[in-house]
């Protein structure tokens, strides 16, 4: 069974940086997608960042030029690299993975078919 284990959440200023990671065990990913989502308390979770298993790369656009998704080289890892953090990024991020191989990116949360337990981000003014 697949299993994602993240790390790299904590406490930071705004316009810091932080980086996430997701290790996914149990079950081989890297032919499908992984990506990261978030949720804030009272909001809906959303997409964050996606990457098949191509490298090609989705971002929100309140993401976009800030963050940045990359895999490692046996595709098992997925790492988030957030730059110029925001009180708005505030969120808990979820790894995710989907068992997509082709077609549109990943954007929405209905497609997830695995997620990781959450990693806390917070950002202060």
């Known amino acids: 069974q697949l299993q994602l284990a993240e790390s790299g959440g904590g406490l930071v200023q705004a316009g810091g940086s932080l980086r996430l990671s997701c290790t996914a065990s149990?079950?081989?990913?890297?032919?499908?997608?992984m990506g990261w989502f978030r949720q804030a308390p009272g909001k809906e979770r959303e997409c964050v960042a996606t990457i098949n298993w191509s490298d090609g790369t989705y971002y929100a656009d309140s993401v976009k030029g800030r963050f940045t998704i990359s895999r490692g080289n046996a595709k098992s890892i997925v790492y988030l690299q957030m730059n110029l953090l925001r009180p708005g990024d505030t969120a808990v991020y979820y790894c995710a993975v989907t068992w997509r191989t082709n077609g549109p990116p990943v954007t929405d949360r209905r497609d997830v078919n695995y997620w990781g337990q959450g990693t806390q981000v917070t950002v202060s003014s």
């Open positions: 149990g079950r081989a990913v890297s032919p499908y997608v």
